[in-house]
């Protein structure tokens, strides 16, 4: 069966279909008794009506036949909650229903591929066929790794070799396939002792295992608590994670230890049985059974000896076990060992001084108030001064002899007479206790007569902790400084504090404040300040939070540190312009050096970082800029008419190492001033002339005034109008103001030179730029003496007013209206005062000029062309010169 792969647009599916079993062209009247399969590829997920292949256009069906097709699903299955088929171009579209590949395959493993099938029938019956459709689903990454629990425990001896290898059983789930399955473990933090491995077995999955890298030391450190990360292969990848917690398991590698391996005491002949004479201690670091300790005297020590001093083999406690005789000895040595499991015992040497008594001595009985254990009275810091511990009270007293009781040893204690009761005494504090100061005390009771006798009791008082201090931070303001860009998870500093209390009472763990950002992580028992993202300087530059360090008293006491972090500049903003280009409109003729434009730029770096340098990359010659404003200036003035348009680059470049830079592009538009007045390209020159036949129709168009003006806009808008003539009657010739075309509205009577002064005058604002051209037509049938016209053209003769002024009726709108005399008394008054001396200056004015133009004349040409036009000005003069040499 031979099968080809086609890509659909719509929802982006690939159809696959497997044409027939025959390999002759499919038509409406083949045979299609075989079944055939076609087979598309879709991601899950798709959104409803995403096209995913047309059956019939893959079977190249003719869908102009009659009956036409129908196509419809032979049963009704769960798969077509998914798609739908159009029974009339058998067209599959997914529905509502989104394909979630993991719930539809559950059970799907690698290499398993997740189908759905549909049996397609085709109709009518002349037609009819089954296809078989089999849609793939593939997998796309839709979920994350999650292990079974939130937290693992891993328990590991403390001797465990290097490189000792352990599987982590609770290993990730992703219901994702292929590559979007889990790919690789990582441990958020390593403590540089562990390592992670990932191994997998026959079946495909990954298991990670943990690998000690460096010795490990349970009293050192007994716990680690991190976290373990799993990454599937997705693009972009996910992750789950789960709390590791890494339990150091003992083993016995300490031994016992005395506190005290050597200690003396002294005891006199008659102490009484039960007496507590010493209190030995050892300790081992270890645990539980490794840790369980037993006292027992050596083997030096004698049988009778041992059997005289008693030893708790459990508490280590030495108490007098039988009267002593004082014939028999008055000084032993007791050797006594520490015994703990596998290890070679420690050794101390416990040595008794026996003090003889005379019989019959007082005796002194204690009684005590405060908690008394063995000899012990404790006592806790917290009791104010002058708390009683216990009484003395003294007996068998001579009347004759006289007692004293007193107390020796080091304390805030006092043993004072009770009340006016005789031989009564009060041993009590005289000031609070300070557990973290002293936590223990040894006192003896002495009491003694004139003959001699002396009596001593020993205490040792206890005192117990309590929570009444409170942490305290090294340093109460921490100033940190780290550059921005930071990795994330960046070690930031470690905080410390410390407890004078004992036990947990002095135990401290780390927490942020209520102010911290989130961003800001402390480890709760190294106090390892970190920061789990990226700072950036230009978000900001400074965090401000505090950190508390926490007691495990009751109640606990806290007290707190801040933190100031100040984030350092890296040049890591380029220059930034305002906007993405400038354009700048400034007027010709602008003044050099003046400010055409400023190039607002801004770098959010700081410091050196953020100072910026302009500069133009292309026009230095006719440009210059000022950095320290970014205003951009002309060195001269510019002229539009030479150049309208600049377009510059400027670069602006930061102070950093290396610098950053930016480029922007500044359009420099220069609007037009109206310094140009038009040029008047035809006629050619005021001795130019055109041949008008005498029966020339009035309504004729007989030539016309053409002028140009370099400026732009409304000041290049012409206007023409007749301001004098010579010769003819009033109203005799018209010209257009927007064309410049002359007409003749008479006819003319009298044959000879008629002469028009047109004014060509732009619109420009403020004012209007002009210039003047004379029109001249010579009415006759021929032209026989050009010298005659020549000899007309040279006089100077008046010029009549034109009655009609150009503008009258012609326009009514434009930048330039003419008034010549808005007051009728006015003109008559200046004209009969002018007219006289007008006269005089035309005359004496005309003979000069006639002489001067005759000699000229004989140098030029008939008909004179511009020296400097443009290419259509001239070629539009040469038209006009052809007109008038056919004339």
């Not at 083999?313 to 060992?337: C, E, H, N, P, R």
């Not at 607002?600 to 302009?614: F, I, M, Y």
């Not at 000022?626 to 002229?639: E, F, H, N, V």
């Not at 002018?834 to 140098?859: D, E």
Request: hydrophobic residues 40%; glycine residues 6%; proline residues 6%.
């Amino acid at each position: 069966m031979f099968s080809s792969r086609q890509h659909r647009e719509k929802g982006k599916p690939w159809g696959f279909y497997i044409l027939l079993l025959y390999t002759t062209p499919l038509s409406c009247l083949a045979n299609f008794s075989q079944a055939k399969e076609i087979i598309y590829e879709i991601k899950e997920g798709l959104p409803k009506g995403t096209f995913i292949g047309g059956i019939g256009v893959d079977l190249h069906l003719d869908f102009t036949v009659d009956p036409p097709f129908l196509f419809s699903v032979s049963q009704k299955k769960v798969n077509e909650q998914y798609v739908n088929l159009h029974n009339t171009t058998g067209e599959i579209y997914t529905t509502a229903t989104e394909i979630d590949r993991e719930t539809l395959c559950p059970y799907s493993t690698v290499g398993l591929a997740c189908v759905l099938s549909l049996d397609v029938i085709v109709l009518p019956q002349q037609y009819f066929q089954l296809i078989k459709v089999k849609i793939f689903i593939e997998d796309v990454n839709d979920n994350r790794p999650t292990f079974p629990t939130d937290e693992i425990s891993l328990f590991i001896p403390e001797n465990t070799q290097i490189n000792a290898r352990y599987a982590v059983e609770q290993s990730a789930i992703d219901p994702d396939s292929g590559i979007n399955g889990v790919q690789t473990y990582w441990l958020v933090n390593d403590f540089g002792l562990f390592t992670l491995d990932v191994e997998e077995n026959e079946g495909g999955e990954l298991t990670p295992f943990l690998i000690v890298t460096e010795v490990l030391d349970r009293e050192t450190q007994h716990e680690y608590i991190t976290d373990i990360i799993a990454e599937d292969g997705g693009t972009p990848p996910l992750l789950g994670a789960a709390t590791l917690k890494i339990v150091i398991t003992d083993v016995n590698d300490n031994c016992p230890k005395f506190t005290e391996s050597q200690i003396n005491v002294t005891m006199h002949g008659n102490t009484s049985k039960g007496a507590h004479l010493a209190h030995l201690h050892a300790f081992d670091p270890d645990l539980g059974a490794n840790a369980q300790i037993s006292y027992a005297y050596s083997e030096r020590v004698p049988r009778d000896t041992r059997s005289l001093f008693h030893l708790d083999k459990l508490t280590g406690v030495i108490k007098l076990a039988q009267k002593i005789d004082m014939v028999t000895a008055s000084f032993y040595k007791l050797t006594v060992l520490a015994i703990g499991p596998g290890c070679i015992p420690a050794v101390a040497t416990v040595t008794v001084h026996i003090i003889k008594v005379v019989v019959g001595p007082p005796s002194v009985i204690p009684r005590y108030i405060a908690l008394e254990k063995e000899g012990v009275l404790v006592i806790k810091e917290s009791e104010p001064a002058f708390s009683p511990l216990a009484f003395f009270t003294v007996k068998n007293i001579d009347k004759n002899q006289k007692v004293n009781c007193f107390l020796q040893g080091n304390g805030p204690f006092r043993l004072v007479p009770y009340q006016q009761l005789k031989h009564e005494y009060l041993l009590e504090t005289t000031e609070p206790l300070d557990y973290e100061k002293t936590q223990s005390y040894e006192l003896i009771v002495v009491t003694n007569n004139t003959q001699g006798l002396v009596i001593k009791t020993f205490l040792k008082v206890q005192v117990l902790d309590e929570n009444d201090n409170a942490p305290v931070f090294q340093q109460s303001i921490v100033e940190i400084v780290i550059e921005e860009n930071n990795p994330p998870n960046a070690f930031l500093t470690q905080l410390q504090a410390s407890d004078e209390d004992s036990e947990g009472r002095g135990e401290v763990i780390y927490l942020l404040g209520g102010d911290a950002p989130g961003i800001f992580v402390v480890d709760r028992i190294s106090g390892v300040l970190t920061v789990a993202t990226s700072l950036d300087r230009e978000e900001k530059e400074k965090y401000r939070f505090i950190v508390r360090a926490v007691d495990q008293g009751t109640p606990r006491r806290e007290s707190i540190a801040t933190i100031l972090l100040t984030v350092l500049d890296r040049n890591d903003n380029s220059p930034r312009f305002i906007n993405k280009d400038f354009t700048f409109f400034v007027p010709e003729n602008f003044p050099g050096y003046g400010e055409i434009g400023v190039l607002s730029v801004t770098d959010a770096d700081a410091g050196e970082n953020g100072w910026v340098a302009l500069s133009i990359l292309n026009g230095s010659n006719i440009f210059v800029i000022d950095t320290g404003r970014g205003a951009l200036r002309a060195r001269t003035s510019l002229d539009r008419e030479q150049q309208g348009t600049y377009q510059l680059w400027i670069e602006a470049v930061d102070g950093g190492e290396p610098a950053l830079s930016s480029v922007t592009m500044v359009n420099v538009l220069l609007l037009d001033v109206n310094d140009n007045p038009p040029i008047v390209l035809f006629p050619q020159s005021n001795q130019s002339y055109m041949l008008v036949l005498p029966n020339t129709t009035p309504g004729t168009s007989i030539t016309e005034v053409y002028a140009v003006d370099k400026d732009t806009g409304m000041n290049a808008v012409i206007a023409y109008s007749i301001i004098k003539r010579k010769g003819g009657e009033p109203g005799s010739f018209a010209i257009d103001p927007d064309t410049g075309n002359i007409t003749l509205k008479r006819e003319l009577s009298n044959r000879g030179l008629y002469s028009l002064l047109v004014k060509v005058s732009d619109h420009g604002q403020p004012e209007p730029l002009f210039s003047t051209v004379m029109v001249n037509f010579f009415v006759n049938e021929t032209v026989s003496n050009e010298s005659y016209i020549q000899s007309l053209l040279t006089r100077e003769a008046d010029i009549e007013i034109e009655e009609k002024p150009w503008y009258t009726g012609q326009m009514t709108e434009g930048p330039e209206r003419y008034e010549l005399f808005p007051c009728r008394p006015v003109l008559i008054v200046l004209s009969v005062t002018c007219l006289g001396l007008f006269f005089v200056v035309v005359v004496l004015t005309s003979y000069i000029c006639c002489n001067r133009f005759k000699k000229i004349r004989k140098k030029r040409s008939d008909v004179e062309v511009p020296l400097k036009m443009k290419n259509d000005s001239a070629q539009f003069v040469n038209r006009k010169l052809r007109q008038i040499s056919n004339i």
